[in-house]
């Protein structure tokens, strides 16, 4: 119950904090920004354009001739080619009087943005102050470093000449160059706004990327912790796709140029491809995980095997020849292709096999699948964009994700439920409910080792039933008459076990030896003592008990068994008392590894007589 409510309240101050956000994203869009009084006039463009031209070889007509674009999107069909935009601004209305111009108001400074990714090199020229003067230069895009950006961001966003400044030099229009060199065919849009308008956008959108990514890397973490846990593959494939695809969303965004690899080339441009690709060989790979009883042995799992080994090696080449990602590139087309079709027709497979998990696998994945298809023929000028927003894939992504991770919880109580009430069975003795004996091996193992390295006492019990049984069902009436008495003589840390037929083992935690230790194995003995109307054969129950302790035994725990099982099968050597110590400490007469069992006498006694009389008060709940 705390840990739901725990769990009840960290979710509501979530909600909480979420509103809040909202809340003031709402309120910033009722407050009115300040305008820039700078609008869009015309637009002109010199498409196919040589890629080295200067601007004083575009003014001249050398490189030929604008033409009028009437639209705000821009697009290049050709490779290895260049695009020039002759930009008309001009001056509000209400920003400048023809009669007689007032002071220059403050309006807000403009941005010219091309909010667009993978864009190699932009650059804007604008004219100096005086009618002669050397134009500046602003320059951005994935070829440039971030830090030599005019501004940082996740795309291209250049700063205009405000009213007030002499570029006008009075007059109404202004006009400005706009040079973008992109290697690949490429559409992008124009946008003009002040600077707290791009500002607001960019916050805004680093708030959803920055809320979804870390949910994926939250997932992913998560999921590795319980392949670890469970050894499981589909969470690894899971949790390696959950870090790739925040990766690659990353990258898409603009964010990883400006936050994990702050360089320039053709690295920022072609990370997404990479993950990408990574993200594909998950897929496949996690498909096969889900229906790996299926495809044990199937052609279709090498070829699978197959297409994210060329995923693997072409995401290689894409990070290592990054000069020669063109031909990457269309290579990668038709593998991406064969991979997700692959991924989607295991989700089927799996869904026809009844598998939970399918349904919300297909329906989060299918429609990211067309998405990046859409994205990457967009990409080399195949199909024109402007299909939807170029941050569509980055949603969808998100989404297919975390909903897929939600799906593996669900999924992990139905998987690894069955599988652990498996190994309980496996490890669990049907017929006393004690730990078998091979787990018990297993826990004395572990223990045994940790306590000496910690230098904590343990001590370890076999406890032989010598009472006679007349049948196998006899046999169970005595073992169950023997379980209700280790219960009750036991703590909840011991750990009890039944190794074969009568022979029941106790695993001793923090019982020095000595009073303690006789004490408790005494209490077992008398218990055994007492009457037991229920039994009519049997009235009594008589054990033998070895015990040894890891201050005593010095030999490998591994000889442990042996020895005590040696010891019960002694006929000699017992005398009246039951219990019998290997201790490889002292000598003895009896034996050179056994205390003498009359050294115990005096401490028996006292002890059995205590537990006689603490048995017989609670002889009734034990019946």
Request: hydrophobic share 50%; net charge neutral.
């Amino acid at each position: 119950m705390p840990g739901s409510l725990s769990l009840v309240l960290n979710l509501s101050r979530l909600w909480a904090w979420l509103a809040c956000v909202m809340a003031l994203q709402a309120q910033a869009q009722l407050i009115s920004l300040p305008s820039s009084g700078i609008a869009l006039a015309r637009l002109e463009i010199l498409a196919d354009a040589a890629p080295g031209l200067t601007l004083e070889q575009v003014q001249s007509g050398q490189g030929g001739q604008f033409m009028p674009h009437t639209s705000l999107r821009v697009s290049n069909t050709t490779w290895h080619r260049a695009v020039w935009l002759r930009i008309h601004l001009a001056a509000l209305p209400s920003a400048l009087s023809p009669q007689a111009p007032p002071a220059p108001p403050a309006f807000a400074p403009a941005i010219l943005a091309l909010p667009t990714p993978y864009l190699d090199a932009a650059r804007l020229y604008t004219p100096g102050a005086q009618k002669d003067a050397p134009w500046s230069v602003q320059q951005a895009g994935d070829f440039l470093e971030p830090h030599t950006w005019a501004q940082r961001g996740f795309h291209p966003k250049f700063s205009l000449p405000p009213l007030n400044d002499p570029a006008w030099q009075g007059s109404r229009e202004l006009v400005v160059y706009l040079q973008l060199d992109h290697f690949a065919p490429v559409s992008f849009d124009v946008e003009l706004a002040n600077a707290a308008q791009a500002l607001d956008r960019d916050l805004l959108s680093l708030l959803i990327y920055s809320i979804g990514l870390g949910m994926i890397l939250l997932a992913a973490m998560l999921t590795a912790s319980m392949a670890w846990t469970h050894r499981d593959p589909i969470y690894a494939w899971y949790s390696v796709y959950a870090i790739c695809a925040a990766l690659g969303c990353a990258s898409h965004a603009g964010i990883a140029q400006n936050v994990l690899w702050p360089v320039g080339g053709y690295w920022p441009g072609t990370a997404a491809l990479c993950f990408i690709l990574l993200c594909a060989l998950c897929q496949v790979q996690f498909s096969l995980a889900v229906n790996s009883e299926r495809f044990a042995r199937h052609g279709l799992r090498y070829f699978a095997h197959a297409i994210s080994l060329l995923c693997l090696l072409l995401a290689i080449c894409f990070a290592i020849f990054t000069a020669y990602w063109q031909a990457f590139y269309f290579a990668t087309l038709p593998l991406l292709a064969s991979a997700m079709a692959l991924s989607i027709w295991l989700i089927v497979i799996g869904l026809k096999s009844g598998h939970r998990l399918a349904a919300a696998w297909l329906v989060s994945y299918v429609p990211l699948f067309l998405t990046i298809v859409v994205a990457l023929l967009e990409g080399i000028g195949i199909l024109p964009s402007g299909y939807w927003p170029y941050n569509l894939v980055i949603y969808l992504a998100i989404v297919e994700v975390l909903i897929l991770g939600l799906a593996l919880q669900w999924f992990s109580s139905e998987r690894h439920g069955e599988v652990e009430r498996r190994k309980a069975l496996a490890t669990v003795d049907p017929l006393t409910g004690f730990v078998s004996g091979q787990a018990f091996d297993k826990q004395l193992a572990h223990d045994w080792n940790i306590s000496r390295r910690q230098g904590r006492p343990l001590a370890v019990a076999y406890v032989q039933l010598q009472t006679r049984a007349n049948s196998d069902q006899h046999l169970q009436q005595l073992l169950t008459r023997s379980v209700r008495i280790l219960r009750s003589a036991t703590s909840a840390q011991d750990v009890v076990a039944r190794l074969d037929g009568s022979l029941l083992a106790v695993l001793i935690h923090d019982v020095p030896t000595g009073d303690d230790l006789n004490q408790r194995l005494s209490r077992i003995v008398a218990l055994g003592l007492m009457p037991d109307a229920s039994d009519r054969l049997v009235s009594v129950l008589q054990y033998r008990i070895v015990v040894t302790t890891n201050r005593q035994f010095n030999k490998p725990v591994q000889e442990l068994d042996a020895q005590m099982r040696a010891m019960l099968a002694e006929p000699s050597g017992w005398g009246s008392k039951p219990i019998r110590y290997i201790d490889h400490t002292q000598q003895s007469r009896i034996n050179p590894y056994v205390l003498d069992s009359i050294a115990l006498e005096e401490k028996w006694d006292a002890a059995f007589q205590q537990e006689s009389r603490g048995a017989a008060q609670n002889d009734s709940s034990l019946r």
